[in-house]
């Protein structure tokens, strides 16, 4: 029991630092987020709602400009005021916003928020034990290999995680007669809206799946349920 020690205690650091980073993230988004309200994204909320079978969806709107949307860990939607100057200036349609309310909704659904604390502290400890043990046959180099694995183990589990929230949405889309196009419309402007680019980084290392990958998993799914495969 003793020589595992070290890492029961820094899986309990990790867990309590990530209850403490959760905190803060929730304390920023109750000082700088104000409730949604808007005369063209209301009624499509409304319109997920009822096909969730729930009342209107409430969100927020996160007062910064970056444009993104984001599951708080108390199950909470967001979008970023910058998001929402797009769709003011028809950079966006009320619909593709939708579609990012409904991906964020997945997240909340999938439980994604609780199982990121196991994968976190899981990939930290994993990061560790390699790290003791190809530093001792590989000095130096061995600490970046061990690096490069447990990023490239993030990744893979936050890419996971994406599809599931894009099916998910998918469905709700369908299913609240909005359809698939506005998701798969915003995805061919993500990259222009965020100003975010692949930047040299392997796609097994970025958290987000490609977004050509992400439209042909929307396809996929399209294809399947449409030969009545749920």
């Given at each position: 029991?003793?020589k595992?020690?070290?890492i029961l205690l820094?899986?309990a650091?990790?867990?309590?630092?990530w209850f403490?980073?959760?905190?803060?993230?929730?304390?920023e988004l109750n000082?700088?987020?104000?409730p949604?309200?808007h005369?063209r994204?209301n009624?499509?909320?409304?319109?997920l709602?009822?096909?969730m079978?729930?009342p209107?969806?409430?969100?927020?709107?996160?007062?910064?400009e970056?444009?993104?949307?984001?599951?708080?860990?108390?199950?909470?939607?967001?979008?970023?005021?910058?998001f929402?100057?797009?769709?003011?200036s028809?950079?966006v349609?009320a619909?593709?916003?939708?579609?990012?309310?409904?991906h964020?909704?997945?997240?909340?659904?999938?439980?994604?928020?609780?199982?990121?604390?196991?994968?976190?502290?899981?990939q930290?400890?994993i990061?560790?034990v390699?790290?003791?043990?190809l530093g001792?046959?590989?000095?130096f180099?061995?600490?970046?290999?061990?690096?490069?694995?447990?990023?490239a183990?993030?990744?893979?589990?936050?890419q996971?995680?994406e599809y599931?929230?894009?099916?998910?949405a998918?469905?709700?889309?369908?299913?609240?007669?909005?359809?698939?196009?506005?998701q798969?419309s915003?995805?061919?402007k993500l990259?222009?809206l965020?100003g975010a680019?692949?930047?040299?980084?392997p796609?097994w290392?970025?958290?987000?799946p490609r977004?050509?990958?992400?439209?042909a998993?929307?396809?996929?799914?399209?294809a399947r349920w449409?030969q009545?495969?749920?």
């Amino acid at each position: 029991m003793l020589k595992f020690m070290p890492i029961l205690l820094l899986a309990a650091y990790i867990t309590a630092m990530w209850f403490f980073s959760t905190w803060r993230v929730k304390q920023e988004l109750n000082t700088r987020s104000t409730p949604l309200n808007h005369p063209r994204l209301n009624p499509i909320l409304e319109r997920l709602g009822r096909a969730m079978d729930l009342p209107p969806i409430r969100a927020h709107i996160y007062e910064i400009e970056p444009v993104n949307g984001l599951a708080a860990p108390d199950g909470r939607i967001f979008l970023t005021r910058g998001f929402i100057r797009k769709l003011d200036s028809c950079e966006v349609t009320a619909e593709e916003l939708a579609s990012v309310v409904a991906h964020e909704l997945g997240h909340v659904a999938h439980g994604h928020t609780r199982r990121r604390l196991v994968d976190f502290a899981g990939q930290n400890v994993i990061r560790m034990v390699l790290v003791g043990v190809l530093g001792r046959f590989i000095p130096f180099v061995g600490a970046w290999i061990a690096n490069l694995v447990s990023s490239a183990i993030a990744a893979r589990l936050s890419q996971q995680d994406e599809y599931e929230a894009d099916a998910f949405a998918s469905a709700l889309l369908v299913k609240a007669g909005i359809g698939t196009g506005p998701q798969k419309s915003l995805f061919a402007k993500l990259d222009a809206l965020t100003g975010a680019g692949m930047g040299g980084a392997p796609a097994w290392l970025l958290s987000h799946p490609r977004t050509d990958k992400r439209i042909a998993a929307i396809q996929a799914n399209e294809a399947r349920w449409s030969q009545g495969d749920r």
